[in-house]
């Protein structure tokens, strides 16, 4: 059985996040989707749900994060998407993390989304 995958992610504006991403070119469905809520489909199997900050920390009951607890990665196409999405990334408002990894056969770039998420664009040659 293939089971979805839903990535849950605070926020502090959930607005600005989906224009943010949008703006990279991923698409939401609104069906699941609210004031407090946004979720963005990176594929019929796995979607970020971005929640509003008082909105996620209801679901566990702290007040917080306590730092860097993950790393996301998204798939690129080719490297020179893994360089488009990064530069989009950056116009849009995110901050480059680190340098360009490539690693046989593979090449990456990461950013810090708006609200401090990790992000890393990946494509691998196999």
């Known amino acids: 059985m ?5 990535v849950n992610l605070p926020v502090a504006d959930v607005v600005a996040t989906v224009s943010f991403w949008k703006g990279l ?17 990176l ?3 796995a979607c970020v749900m971005f929640l509003h ?3 996620f920390h209801g679901f566990h009951g702290t007040v917080q994060s306590l730092g860097t607890e993950l790393t996301m990665s998204i798939q690129a196409i080719s490297r020179e998407e893994v360089d488009q ?3 989009l ?8 993390s680190g340098k360009p990894m490539e690693c ?7 950013f810090i989304d708006p ?5 890393e664009v990946l494509w691998m040659a196999t």
């Open 2 to 6: 293939n089971r979805q995958v839903f």
């Open 25 to 41: 070119g991923f698409r939401f469905n609104d069906g699941y989707g609210d004031g407090n809520t946004a979720c963005m489909v």
């Open 43 to 45: 594929s019929p199997l």
């Open 53 to 55: 900050e008082p909105f």
């Open 85 to 87: 999405l990064l530069t």
């Open 89 to 96: 990334a950056v116009l849009s408002g995110a901050e480059e």
């Open 104 to 110: 046989d056969g593979m090449y990456a770039r990461s």
């Open 115 to 119: 609200d401090g998420h990790i992000w």
